[in-house]
Nanobody, 114 residues
Framework: EAQLAESGGGLVQPGGSLSLSCAAS????????MTWVRQAPGKGLEWVSS????????NYADSMKGRFTITRDNAKNRLYLQMNSLRPDDTAVYYC???????WGQGTQVTVSS
């Protein structure tokens, strides 16, 4: 059974940085694209970024371009999201998801506040 587990969230001041990690297991990680999605308090799900199976293609939502970087390590079955220049409106639960959308992690809370 596919499993995804995020880590690395926390409280950070505006302008700060955080690095999220997602550990994948139970499926052939290197053959699937992967995605980060977030949900802010009281709002719906928002797509953040996706990366292809071999990291050749990555895409970002407009508000994250230039601030967030998605990477992956297929040897370690890990997905990452480096978040810089964080803003209060980046506060959300961040989820990693299998490229099919069928599997999601439990999420990690990111709070940007002074």
């Amino acid at each position: 059974e596919a499993q995804l587990a995020e880590s690395g969230g926390g409280l950070v001041q505006p302008g700060g940085s955080l690095s999220l990690s997602c550990a994948a297991s139970g499926f052939s990680f290197s053959t699937y694209s992967m995605t980060w999605v977030r949900q802010a308090p009281g709002k719906g799900l928002e797509w953040v970024s996706s990366i292809s199976s071999e990291s050749s293609v990555s895409n970002y939502a407009d508000s994250m371009k230039g601030r967030f970087t998605i990477t992956r390590d297929n040897a370690k079955n890990r997905l990452y999201l480096q978040m810089n220049s964080l803003r209060p409106d980046d506060t959300a639960v961040y989820y990693c998801a299998h490229g099919s959308g069928d599997y999601w992690g439990q999420g990690t809370q990111v709070t940007v506040s002074s």
